[in-house]
């Protein structure tokens, strides 16, 4: 009896522990979705991708500052790029798996495999290093441009509850001379504002005797929809006269489509005196 109730504390404090870890690294990806996308509102955030992610839709858009184009996430009015890996038979697979039928809710998992899909790839490997192995957390915020204010503090690994930086390498901002070698970070948070110089992207990298951290801020993006082209619906007429229909998730059972005659069979003996 006794050590169940061990077994059971200690499997609480493991849960608690990697809540904790998630609540504490959730805002590397937050803050990185904020400071790409200039109409998502900050506040606004989780409640938005949790409450309205499951009637979203997906479009072909484009950056209107930088030209570039891709696959939209429309979340209520706001229009969201999917990340270099982002596809329409991403969008379903994931869509299916995180929104259930009796719930329209993300649940936190959900909610976290939404975020991963619209940041930037570089955002996504700093914040998966924080919840693995938390240590240094180092994360921005872009305020009235050019201001950004920098958050930097260490989370403790067992009995460690600080590192000491070794080098810093900062581009695309002018910050105050705060983060120095052989200064030590622990786990009360400095908070320091920088200057970005224009509109190019920002990357912070800390290193320390523990382990580094990078925080990284894309070029400010603007997402604009772009009509899709109509989807090919017509079904494949495979050997032997199987027809499979199309793959395109935006055709349904009700389309109609005009299936090709089957070839012509010469009518002959095949013999002629």
């Given at each position: 009896m006794k050590s169940n109730f061990i077994y059971s504390l200690i499997t609480l404090c493991i849960i608690s522990f990697n809540s904790y870890a998630l609540t504490e690294c959730d805002p590397i990806l937050e803050k990185g979705i904020y400071n790409t996308y200039s109409e998502v509102n900050k506040q606004a955030l989780k409640s938005k991708i949790r409450n309205e992610f499951c009637s979203s839709s997906t479009t072909s858009g484009k950056d209107n500052s930088s030209g570039g184009g891709g696959l939209s996430l429309n979340v209520g009015n706001w229009g969201l790029g999917l990340n270099g890996s982002g596809s329409r038979e991403q969008f379903n697979t994931v869509k299916n798996d995180v929104c259930k039928s009796d719930?329209?809710?993300?649940?936190?998992?959900?909610?976290?495999?939404?975020?991963?899909?619209?940041?930037?790839?570089?955002?996504?490997?700093?914040?998966?290093?924080?919840?693995?192995?938390?240590?240094?957390?180092?994360?921005?915020?872009?305020?009235?441009?050019?201001?950004?204010?920098?958050?930097?503090?260490?989370?403790?690994?067992?009995?460690?509850?600080?590192?000491?930086?070794?080098?810093?390498?900062?581009?695309?901002?002018?910050?105050?001379?705060?983060?120095?070698?052989?200064q030590k970070i622990d786990g009360n948070e400095k908070v320091f504002s920088c200057q970005r110089i224009g509109e190019q992207p920002?990357?912070?990298?800390?290193?320390?005797?523990?382990?580094?951290?990078?925080?990284?801020?894309?070029?400010?993006?603007?997402?604009?929809?772009?009509?899709?082209?109509?989807?090919?619906?017509?079904?494949?007429?495979?050997?032997?006269?199987?027809?499979?229909?199309?793959?395109?998730?935006?055709?349904?059972?009700?389309?109609?489509?005009?299936?090709?005659?089957?070839?012509?069979?010469p009518v002959g003996t095949g013999r002629t005196n």
């Open positions: 719930k329209s809710e993300l649940s936190d998992d959900g909610y976290h495999t939404v975020l991963t899909l619209i940041a930037d790839p570089t955002i996504i490997g700093a914040w998966e290093q924080c919840t693995k192995n938390r240590g240094v957390i180092l994360t921005g915020e872009v305020r009235d441009p050019p201001q950004v204010d920098i958050s930097v503090k260490f989370l403790n690994i067992n009995t460690t509850y600080w590192a000491t930086i070794t080098g810093t390498q900062i581009i695309g901002l002018v910050c105050p001379d705060i983060l120095k070698e052989g920002v990357t912070i990298n800390i290193n320390t005797d523990y382990m580094g951290a990078r925080l990284y801020i894309p070029k400010p993006k603007k997402i604009i929809d772009l009509p899709d082209p109509q989807p090919n619906c017509q079904p494949t007429v495979k050997p032997g006269g199987v027809i499979v229909g199309s793959t395109d998730p935006r055709c349904n059972q009700n389309t109609e489509f005009t299936v090709p005659p089957p070839p012509q069979i």
